[in-house]
T-cell receptor, first 109, second 114 residues
Framework: GIQVEQSPPDLILQEGANSTLRCNFS?????LQWFHQNPWGQLINLFY???GTKQNGRLSATTVATERYSLLYISSSQTTDSGVYFC???????????FGTGTKLQVIP | DARVTQTPRHKVTEMGQEVTMRCQPI?????VFWYRQTMMQGLELLAY????????DSGMPKDRFSAEMPDATLATLKIQPSEPRDSAVYFC????????????FGEGSWLTVV
């Protein structure tokens, strides 16, 4: 299966700051998703984005499939953005969805 | 509001006991995943099914773990016998036609084996 690397592993932000999280894939993917795991452990879908750019409020994501990476942008961060952000991808016909190790974000007031 | 339902939400059991976790995927979804999350290993894929058929269970310890889909509305993950190292959160997720669609997670089953 594919390998998924995320950076940075940890991030501390002051409320209101912006940040960029990165996800690199070892192979081309035809399924790429971003998730947020909140402090209660729930995994929430943020984006399905195998290519291109999408925006949802203060969050946006860009995937450059040919270069095997994806970026998640968080603008004007809020304390509720704290948690762990995962990217996950799958390649090939069987769609084995593999997760990265996550970026742990803490937004402080 | 469609969602993936997992039971039990929390389970404490003694080493050696059998544990069964259940998952009801979102109606109409034909792909079901089982993941295990620990601090050390992150989110590991244990097994996944499409149209109730197992496609890959290479992430699962075969000697003690088994996963099945008796019907389209129920997926089970069984551990027998359980060991302390199995303590983790087990997530089920479902999707329809994984290419072109996102997958949705249940709230997880928090397992502690003492």
């Amino acid at each position: 299966g594919i390998q998924v690397e995320q950076s940075p592993p940890d991030l501390i932000l002051q409320e209101g700051a912006n940040s960029t999280l990165r996800c690199n894939f070892s192979d081309s993917v035809n399924n790429l998703q971003w998730f947020h795991q909140n402090p209660w452990g729930q995994l929430i879908n943020l984006f399905y984005i195998p290519s291109g750019t999408k925006q949802n409020g203060r969050l946006s994501a860009t995937t450059v499939a040919t270069e095997r990476y994806s970026l998640l942008y968080i603008s004007s961060s809020q304390t509720t953005d704290s948690g762990v952000y995962f990217c996950a991808g799958a390649a090939g016909g069987y769609q084995k969805v593999t997760f990265g190790t996550g970026t742990k974000l803490q937004v402080i007031p | 509001d469609a969602r993936v339902t997992q039971t039990p939400r929390h389970k404490v059991t003694e080493m050696g006991q059998e544990v069964t976790m259940r998952c009801q995927p979102i109606l109409g979804h034909n792909t079901v995943f089982w993941y295990r999350q620990t601090m050390m290993q992150g989110l590991e894929l244990l097994a996944y099914f499409r149209n109730r058929a197992p496609l890959d269970d290479s992430g699962m310890p075969k000697d003690r773990f088994s996963a099945e889909m008796p019907d389209a509305t129920l997926a089970t993950l069984k551990i027998q016998p359980s060991e302390p190292r199995d303590s983790a959160v087990y997530f089920c997720a479902s999707g329809f036609r994984v290419t072109g669609n996102t997958i949705y997670f249940g709230e997880g089953s928090w397992l502690t084996v003492v």
